[in-house]
């Protein structure tokens, strides 16, 4: 009886260990690329969905995963390049968190901007990024937009699994010898 209660003992501790080792963090990337086509006519406004945890972009998992710092650019463009009404066009790009504090951009070509707090909680949370484009002022093209996300992905360490596979098989060889005297 003591024989068991030692081997008891000694798988909960091995696999009590197990659980105790953290795991590791690699440093990582993901990224989505949303290209309509054919391109966009903006107006009237237009509202799309980054994703980031589908395979294509590297699946990242919310909740496990950690995303540290994230952009977005955004490809306008003007749909009549020789036009002088090309100074007056602009557009205003709305991310998670900037209702009050709109991003504004030319319609000349690619973009950068677009970090929010709510949209870095949006993106660790969900794995997503919402996204509206409008037009405040003339007509134009929406080419494409690509979110880029750089964080770290949890790894388990090997030892981990080894401890918790130990405590298992230990527990296992104390239930089968309680069974056959």
Partial sequence: MKKIVKTLAAAVLLSGLGGTASAAYIGYSWNDLYD??????????????????????????????????????????????????NAFELARVD????????????????EFGGWSLAGWLQLNLTGTYTVTIESLAGDFLFGASRLDARGYRAVPEPGTLALLALGLIGMGVALSRRRNP
């Fill in 36 to 85: 309509p086509n054919p391109d966009l006519t903006i107006p009237p406004s237009r509202t799309y969905t980054h994703d980031i945890t589908d395979a294509a972009s590297g699946s990242f998992r919310p909740g496990i995963d950690y995303i540290d710092n994230y952009s977005l650019s955004v490809h306008l463009y003007d749909d009549h390049y020789d036009s002088w009404w």
């Fill in 95 to 110: 991310v998670p968190g900037t209702e009050g504090d709109r991003f504004f951009f030319g319609v000349g070509g690619t």
